[in-house]
């Protein structure tokens, strides 16, 4: 069975500072790879996603994410914290589309990040 | 486009009462999902529609969590009777085709049982 664990449950940065999220996954193949990020009263937004490739891949909001097989690995960066970018971040799993039908995601339970000014 | 809609944003109910959630896709997105976050934890599937069938129902807690998808349309969750370890935020996803993972999430759902 897939899992995902982001061992920080809250990180605090100060605006302008570098950010890296943990995250580590727990699956049999080459899996699909999501961060997620949640403001207060807002759905889930997917920030980046990893299917195949480039093991580093940019995202939207100036994150980026890195793969690394060898550590099941997929932490997200960014290199200047905002004050907007205060939210709560998922890290996710999904099954890749070659052993099935792509569909149910495997969430980790969040980081909130504070940002401070 | 119209996002994922779901009403109500909050419900708040009694031990034992019936609750509907409803959830409004994207227009013409035919697979339809349902997680769900009790408090502190991570967020966990329920269910996948794909247009009004149920391609996917292994997370469903147990058999007082009744979900349908009306002419593969909205969907509705209902809980009856409402335990309070129900609790949570009920997010609902949409995507137009399941293969490639392109959900769009609605804001969810705050159900708190007391």
């Known amino acids: 069975a897939q899992s995902v664990t982001q061992p920080d449950i809250h990180i605090t940065v100060s605006e302008g500072a570098s950010l890296e999220l943990r995250c580590n996954y727990s699956?049999?193949?080459?899996?699909?790879l999501f961060w997620y990020v949640q403001s207060p009263g807002q759905g889930l937004q997917l920030l980046l996603k990893?299917?195949?490739?480039?093991?580093l891949v940019q995202g939207i909001k100036g994150f980026e994410a890195e793969f690394k097989r060898s550590q099941s690995s997929f932490n997200l960066r960014k290199p200047s914290v905002h004050w907007s970018d205060a939210a709560e971040y998922f890290c996710a799993v999904g099954r890749s589309i070659n052993t099935g039908t792509a569909s149910k995601l495997t969430f980790g339970t969040g980081t909130r990040l504070q940002v401070t000014l | 486009e119209a996002g994922v809609t779901q009403f109500p944003s909050h419900s708040v109910i009694e031990k034992g009462q019936t609750v509907t959630l409803r959830c409004d896709p994207i227009?013409?997105?035919?697979?339809l999902y349902w997680y769900r976050r009790v408090m502190g934890k991570e967020i966990k599937f329920l269910l996948h529609?794909?247009?009004?069938?149920?391609?996917?129902e292994s997370g469903m807690p147990n058999n007082r969590f009744l979900a349908e998808r009306t002419g593969g349309t909205y969907s509705t969750l209902k809980v009856q009777p409402a335990e309070l370890e129900d609790s949570g935020v009920y997010f609902c996803?949409?995507?137009?085709?399941?293969?490639?993972?392109?959900?769009?999430f609605g804001s969810g759902t705050r159900l708190t049982v007391v």
């Open positions: 227009s013409g997105h035919d697979n």
């Open positions: 990893y299917f195949s490739g480039d093991t």
């Open positions: 699956y049999g193949a080459t899996p699909y």
């Open positions: 529609f794909v247009k009004e069938s149920k391609q996917d």
């Open positions: 996803a949409s995507s137009q085709a399941a293969r490639n993972y392109g959900y769009t």
